[in-house]
């Protein structure tokens, strides 16, 4: 079992800028951030595969950065350019098997940190 901590959510005005981190105990093959705000599904934001292969969504594509901090075992999600649309609950998830084509989808991810609240203001 892999334990996922994150930190650095906050509140934000539209068009700034935040960087949230998830810290591992390890790191796996597959690793993503995914978001959920209320009332509405959990989507994925951005994955990472352990050969460095990365999948944005659309919506994050040009203004998110995922990537991962091998010496202090952290997985970093630099968001620029933020939107009230992307007010959410962000949880980190890590998986050995979930596989490249499933990077956004949040099903079949086995270990999720306890989330850390984005708030961007208009």
């Known amino acids: 079992q892999v334990q996922l901590v994150e930190s650095g959510g906050g509140a934000v005005q539209a068009g700034g800028s935040l960087r949230i981190a998830c810290i591992v105990s390890?790191?796996?093959?597959?690793m993503a951030w995914f978001r959920q705000a209320p009332g509405k599904e959990r989507e994925g934001v951005a994955g990472i595969k352990d050969d460095g292969s990365i999948r944005y969504t659309d919506s994050a594509k040009g203004r998110f950065t995922i990537s991962k901090d091998n010496a202090v075992k952290i997985l970093w999600l630099k968001m620029n350019s933020l939107k009230p649309a992307d007010t959410a609950t962000y949880f980190c998830?890590?998986?050995?098997?979930?596989?490249?084509?499933?990077?956004?989808?949040?099903?079949?991810?086995?270990?999720w940190g306890q989330g850390t609240q984005v708030t961007v203001s208009s």
């Open positions: 390890r790191y796996t093959k597959y």
């Open positions: 998830a890590a998986d050995e098997r979930v596989g490249y084509s499933s990077l956004l989808t949040p099903r079949n991810w086995r270990s």
